[in-house]
């Protein structure tokens, strides 16, 4: 029989599920399959081939929109590769399977004084997730990207191939930022930081505007170890970009601190002792409205102003890192539409100039984000980065059955300054980007040697994700 009339593989009903970016602002229906071994995956690939079918690869499920799902795709949820290898406790090197996640990754090294290198606002993410995007943390304008602390990986291509990638091997800074679409990483060799202590000294300055925001990152650039920001989008005029720094200090402590130990490190579930944190999202989603959250943002402003302005206090590793994830559920508050958010990344000379302008312009359109968090970043040398010498603004916008083109348009009004700018976006972050803007602020000649890498470790183009499809990066032979 000529293979032309071979019957193609059937995939059964029974692995068919409903996913969703962690936004749950874009959904597909794929079918899911968690390997357990390198075996298992290429068993994958060849049952995609047999099905005509496509694939998409997906980690813990924390990108915002649609980046680790695909319509009608076989689904690679990594999530059960979450074996650590070795772990030595002398030089921080962590051998692991690329499902080990970023709380795996502390709990195992935090006893011994390393913490990891770079981490995400949530614990969750997987290794493979994390590096396909090569997340950033508040340390980005000191640490830059999690690529950056990588000594080794595999990566199992579609071509059959399975690839020991150094930062010397020339498609390195490929298969990180690229999302998922030239290969799957399986295992990664990666530098952990030294800490000898389980809390940093914080440092909070409240800020009156704009002016005071970025003041306060460049007074403490060279001496802060984190930095983050809370910005209130509902200041106006001399107080628009009013809102709370925050630096962060590495402490120095003798050897076995009590501070290293996880039980110092995990939050308490209750708020002041008797209320469950557990159901704070219930009334979370009964406040989340303009006016409640304009209250909010205002309040959390002055209270800034009022308490503890300037004066440094002790907080513990996990808690400065992850304070979201102890508050359970807590994207159900933007139940049932979801949310997006939305994160450029502008050069330093025009960031306040694009960040004042989007937040006026939220405020005329009556569509201001109900959280805004800006970081100082720096660049670096990945095919996608969004790393930029500059900062960055993540804005959450709650979705409504009313809203959603509006949000949407504002996000290309939006992306317009952006580009205009110089600037990035973030793959992990993004629901609204069209091909066009990706490939602006890119550049064409990132785009075309992607296609190089992709011809050459995935020629059938079997990786894909509905993310590649929205921004041009599914088109087969580039
Ligand atoms: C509350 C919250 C806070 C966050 N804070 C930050 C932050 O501070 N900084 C930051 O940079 N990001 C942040 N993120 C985003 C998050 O770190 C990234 O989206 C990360 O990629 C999620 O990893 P994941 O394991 O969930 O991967 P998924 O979201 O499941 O997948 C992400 C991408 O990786 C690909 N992929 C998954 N596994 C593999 C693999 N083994 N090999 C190759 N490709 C793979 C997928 O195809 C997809 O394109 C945050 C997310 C949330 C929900």
């Given at each position: 029989?000529?293979?032309?009339?071979?019957?193609?593989?059937v995939?059964?009903?029974?692995?068919?599920?409903?996913?969703?970016g962690?936004?749950r602002?874009?959904?597909?229906d794929?079918?899911?399959?968690?390997?357990?071994?390198?075996?298992?995956i290429?068993d994958?690939?060849?049952?995609?081939?047999?099905?005509?079918?496509?694939?998409?690869?997906?980690?813990?499920?924390?990108?915002?929109?649609?980046?680790?799902?695909?319509?009608?795709?076989?689904?690679?949820?990594l999530?059960?590769?979450?074996?650590?290898?070795?772990?030595n406790?002398?030089?921080?090197?962590?051998?692991?399977?690329?499902?080990?996640?970023?709380e795996?990754l502390?709990?195992?090294?935090?006893?011994?004084?390393?913490?990891?290198?770079v981490v995400s606002g949530?614990?969750?993410?997987?290794?493979g997730?994390?590096?396909?995007?090569?997340?950033?943390?508040?340390?980005?304008?000191a640490?830059?990207?999690?690529?950056?602390?990588?000594?080794?990986?595999?990566?199992?291509?579609p071509?059959?191939?399975?690839?020991?990638?150094?930062?010397?091997?020339?498609?390195f800074?490929?298969?990180?930022s690229?999302?998922?679409l030239l290969?799957?990483?399986?295992?990664?060799?990666?530098?952990?930081?030294?800490?000898?202590?389980?809390?940093?000294?914080?440092?909070?300055i409240?800020?009156?505007?704009?002016e005071?925001?970025?003041?306060?990152?460049?007074?403490?650039?060279?001496s802060a170890?984190?930095?983050?920001?809370?910005?209130?989008?509902f200041g106006?005029?001399?107080?628009?970009?009013?809102?709370?720094?925050?630096?962060?200090?590495?402490?120095?402590?003798?050897?076995?601190?009590p501070?290293?130990?996880?039980d110092?490190?995990?939050?308490?579930?209750?708020i002041?002792?008797?209320?469950?944190?557990?159901?704070?999202?219930?009334?979370?989603?009964?406040?989340?409205?303009?006016?409640?959250?304009?209250?909010?943002?205002?309040?959390?402003?002055?209270?800034?102003?009022?308490?503890?302005?300037?004066?440094?206090?002790?907080?513990?590793?996990?808690?400065?890192?992850?304070?979201?994830?102890?508050?359970?559920?807590?994207?159900?508050?933007?139940?049932?539409y979801?949310?997006?958010?939305?994160?450029?990344?502008?050069?330093?000379?025009?960031?306040?100039?694009?960040?004042r302008?989007?937040v006026?312009?939220?405020?005329?359109?009556?569509?201001?984000?109900?959280?805004?968090v800006?970081?100082?970043h720096?660049?670096?040398?990945?095919?996608?980065?969004?790393?930029?010498?500059?900062?960055?603004?993540?804005?959450?916008?709650k979705l409504?059955?009313?809203?959603?083109a509006?949000?949407?348009?504002?996000?290309h009004?939006m992306?317009?300054?952006?580009?205009?700018?110089?600037g990035r976006?973030?793959?992990?972050?993004?629901?609204?980007?069209?091909?066009?803007?990706?490939?602006?602020?890119?550049?064409?000649?990132?785009?075309?040697?992607?296609?190089r890498?992709?011809?050459?470790l995935?020629p059938?183009?079997l990786?894909t994700?509905?993310?590649?499809?929205r921004?041009?990066?599914?088109?087969?032979?580039g």
């Amino acid at each position: 029989m000529s293979e032309d009339h071979q019957e193609k593989r059937v995939i059964p009903n029974s692995r068919m599920a409903r996913l969703e970016g962690f936004g749950r602002n874009l959904g597909a229906d794929g079918y899911v399959f968690r390997p357990y071994h390198i075996s298992d995956i290429k068993d994958a690939f060849q049952m995609a081939r047999e099905a005509g079918m496509q694939i998409t690869l997906r980690g813990a499920g924390r990108s915002y929109g649609d980046a680790n799902i695909g319509s009608e795709c076989i689904i690679l949820d990594l999530c059960r590769m979450n074996q650590i290898y070795s772990f030595n406790r002398k030089t921080g090197e962590i051998d692991c399977g690329a499902g080990v996640t970023i709380e795996q990754l502390w709990r195992t090294g935090m006893e011994d004084g390393w913490w990891p290198p770079v981490v995400s606002g949530t614990m969750a993410p997987t290794l493979g997730g994390a590096l396909a995007m090569n997340i950033h943390g508040k340390n980005a304008f000191a640490a830059g990207t999690l690529g950056e602390h990588v000594i080794e990986m595999d990566v199992f291509c579609p071509n059959g191939d399975i690839r020991t990638l150094t930062p010397a091997s020339p498609l390195f800074s490929a298969v990180i930022s690229s999302a998922g679409l030239l290969g799957v990483i399986t295992r990664v060799k990666l530098q952990m930081k030294r800490i000898s202590s389980g809390d940093l000294r914080v440092l909070p300055i409240s800020c009156k505007n704009w002016e005071e925001q970025f003041a306060a990152f460049e007074e403490n650039r060279e001496s802060a170890d984190y930095m983050v920001a809370w910005i209130d989008t509902f200041g106006r005029g001399e107080q628009a970009g009013r809102g709370l720094f925050h630096a962060g200090f590495y402490t120095q402590e003798p050897p076995h601190s009590p501070t290293l130990h996880p039980d110092h490190q995990d939050l308490p579930d209750t708020i002041l002792g008797f209320f469950p944190k557990s159901v704070v999202w219930r009334f979370l989603k009964k406040f989340n409205n303009r006016f409640c959250m304009r209250m909010l943002n205002w309040a959390k402003h002055v209270s800034g102003r009022l308490l503890g302005n300037g004066r440094p206090h002790l907080q513990s590793m996990v808690g400065f890192s992850f304070l979201l994830d102890y508050v359970p559920n807590w994207r159900r508050a933007y139940e049932p539409y979801g949310f997006i958010q939305y994160q450029s990344f502008v050069p330093e000379e025009f960031a306040r100039e694009v960040f004042r302008q989007m937040v006026e312009m939220q405020q005329v359109r009556k569509l201001e984000s109900f959280l805004a968090v800006m970081k100082r970043h720096r660049s670096d040398g990945f095919l996608f980065s969004h790393g930029v010498d500059g900062y960055s603004l993540a804005l959450d916008f709650k979705l409504t059955k009313k809203n959603r083109a509006a949000i949407w348009q504002l996000a290309h009004d939006m992306n317009g300054l952006v580009v205009k700018a110089g600037g990035r976006f973030y793959l992990a972050k993004d629901s609204t980007l069209r091909s066009e803007d990706f490939v602006l602020s890119v550049g064409k000649e990132a785009v075309a040697q992607f296609f190089r890498a992709k011809r050459e470790l995935d020629p059938d183009n079997l990786l894909t994700s509905n993310l590649a499809k929205r921004i041009g990066l599914d088109a087969p032979g580039g």
